[in-house]
């Protein structure tokens, strides 16, 4: 007769020693380390969990339906909603979908934009779950450096796209501007701020005897058991499956850089973090890359006459006084740094249908006008061809797809996105079942639960 697992002699499996007195507990939605929107009933035989039953939805938004109420641009916002911890990557995924179905293809410079600002997210991402992991075990002190590390990062986003965690960065056709001056020395320095954090996180953590004793072959599930549930990103590479969307299915400028894909055996929640740690270093390499061999794209250069005021050039336009408008540099405000003509020609897709005109244009010539309106005005807009299209990029947590469907129509007849998350809170039980009521904490930290795209 086999041996019985460790599960089954947690469980009683076969064994016989059940009490038959378990207790049932029920574990949130109102618990600080069920984030408030999962509940968690819990049947347990003194400090064991024989049984485990994941409850979700408490925080439903209807992102699915809200997408197929106004243009194929305004869904935009509500992917920052989804992952909200990496909204940069939900924002490009999404119209890389769009992008699709039109058939259309961005410029080179986009291409390796989206892929920085992914990595950028990716990073933050990872920070922040293994940030608040470790505290949630008492670990304070690295929740502290982690958070410190993310805002530099916050920083470099904030610099780029206005915001600091909703940004609605991403446009079908491109991204909303172009990289600020300056941008590639601060992104140096962030990087080289994080590394120094990532380093002394390991050497309080990595190696240390309580968050050893509390993760490893904690939250154990197995390879076969991964696959099966569909479980994608570092839950399954830390199940020893090498699996990455940048490296199965490139897009974007992944297929340009070099970069491994980390990878552990044991399954648990320690392989999980390590997987993560790895990961943020390979993100920040494929940043530092793209960032050095990012192309130019058309380069500015010196028109004759003297830039203007926005209004002053607004108010010429509307007076025909046209001539030679457009051709005049106009001296844009702070909040629309990053898209005057150029700027906007080296990062989106040369396509009228689709991108906005640039301020100048818009401002300078009838035609513009009219472009800038036919594409926001009711019943006009992008109008895709009738069709479907899936895109998937790899998210922080995994395999993030967005599946449309358009009817011809300025609006998405269909809107489904494959949140990365909901896999492996599908599995949840299977890795807490079995293990200690104080083990259920740090298992559901590894699996990186973000509300905003499980409960979309």
Aim: proline share 5%.
């Amino acid at each position: 007769m086999a041996e019985p697992t460790r599960r089954e002699i947690m469980l009683g499996e076969g064994s016989g020693t059940g009490s038959g007195q378990n207790l049932t507990v029920g574990m949130g939605p109102a618990h600080p380390a069920m984030h408030g929107i999962i509940r968690i009933l819990a049947d347990l035989d003194g400090e064991i969990i024989r049984k485990a039953d994941v409850e979700i939805g408490y925080l439903h938004r209807a992102f699915e339906k809200d997408c197929e109420v106004g243009g194929w641009n305004n869904a935009i916002p509500y992917t920052d909603r989804l992952n909200y911890v990496s909204p940069l990557i939900n924002n490009f995924a999404y119209a890389n979908a769009v992008e699709k179905l039109l058939g259309i293809d961005v410029t080179e410079r986009c291409k390796y934009i989206r892929t920085i600002m992914s990595e950028i997210s990716r990073v933050c991402d990872h920070l922040t779950c293994i940030g608040a992991s470790a505290m949630e075990l008492g670990a304070f002190t690295v929740f502290l450096y982690m958070i410190k590390a993310r805002e530099f990062l916050w920083e470099l986003v904030e610099d780029v796209t206005g915001a600091r965690l909703t940004i609605s960065y991403g446009r079908v056709g491109g991204v909303k501007a172009d990289l600020p001056e300056g941008f590639d020395a601060k992104l140096r320095e962030a990087f080289k701020q994080t590394r120094e954090v990532l380093d002394e996180v390991h050497r309080l953590l990595t190696g240390n005897r309580i968050f050893m004793d509390r993760m490893v072959g904690v939250g154990v599930i197995s390879r076969e058991e991964t696959i099966a549930y569909a479980i994608t990103g570092p839950l399954l590479r830390a199940a020893g499956v090498g699996f990455d969307v940048r490296r199965a299915s490139p897009h974007w400028a992944y297929d340009r850089v070099e970069f491994e894909v980390p990878t552990q055996k044991d399954g648990d929640n320690y392989a999980r973090y390590l997987v993560r740690m790895a990961e943020m270093e390979q993100a920040m390499r494929i940043a530092e890359q793209a960032l050095a061999a990012i192309p130019g794209g058309p380069i500015n250069v010196d028109f004759e006459g003297r830039p203007i005021d926005p209004a002053a050039y607004v108010d010429q336009g509307k007076q025909g006084k046209t001539e030679g408008l457009l051709l005049v540099p106009i001296t844009l405000s702070p909040n629309l740094g990053g898209q005057d003509r150029k700027a906007l020609e080296r990062v989106n897709a040369h396509d009228k249908r689709v991108v906005l005109p640039p301020k100048e244009t818009a401002y300078g010539s009838i035609e513009g006008l009219m472009n800038h309106f036919m594409l926001i005005m009711e019943g006009y807009g992008i109008r895709p061809p009738q069709g479907e299209a899936y895109f998937a990029s790899e998210g922080a947590n995994g395999e993030l797809g967005f599946y449309i469907v358009s009817d011809g129509g300025d609006r998405p007849y269909r809107v489904r996105c494959r949140p990365p998350c909901l896999p492996p809170m599908a599995a949840l039980h299977r890795m807490i079942e079995g293990g200690m009521i104080a083990d259920l904490i740090p298992t559901f930290g590894s699996v990186n639960m973000i509300g905003g795209e499980l409960d979309r």
